[in-house]
């Protein structure tokens, strides 16, 4: 399973690329993540729980930096078992380039499943990888800007009607 997208940050290319080597935030932006412990150059472990379709498991596993050219690239692989759930392995080619009012961030994702995780069909394994990659990307996105604004509701001083007030035009 492939999938790729492109992103754009509010954040410079350095504040980018410090949050993806950085424990702390793989473990806040990770999905389902428990604990994310180790460093870039040595690697990071990782606890994952998940469900994916009727299977849920907790997947204990390496994540390794690689092919890392400083507030430009690189390359997350990682590999976790699941017991009797099976196996997930997988990586993300992340490219990082400066733009207009931040980052452009934009990567290649490629995931296998094994064990009973691979009889759930492509279609569901598919939908939850891409599901993952998204939230993933989602949650650095929301760490790095902060959470979106939201506009205050108009506090309006007229009683609300109900649905029968809504449906007759009278309360």
Known sequence: MQMSDTRQIAATP????????????????VPGATEVTGSPADGFEASVTQKVGPVKATFKGQVTLSD????????ISGEGKGGAAGFAKGGA??????????????YDVEAKVGGKLAQLGSRIIDGFAKKMADQFFTNLQTHLEGPADVEPEAEDDAPKKGWLGR????E
């Open 68 to 75: 890392m050219i400083e507030n430009q690239s690189l390359t």
């Open 167 to 170: 449906l007759t035009g009278k």
């Open 93 to 106: 080619e992340v490219r990082i380039a400066a733009s207009e009012g931040g980052t452009e961030l934009s």
């Open 14 to 29: 350095a504040e980018v690329y410090a949050a993806l080597l950085n424990p702390d935030v793989l473990k806040e932006c």
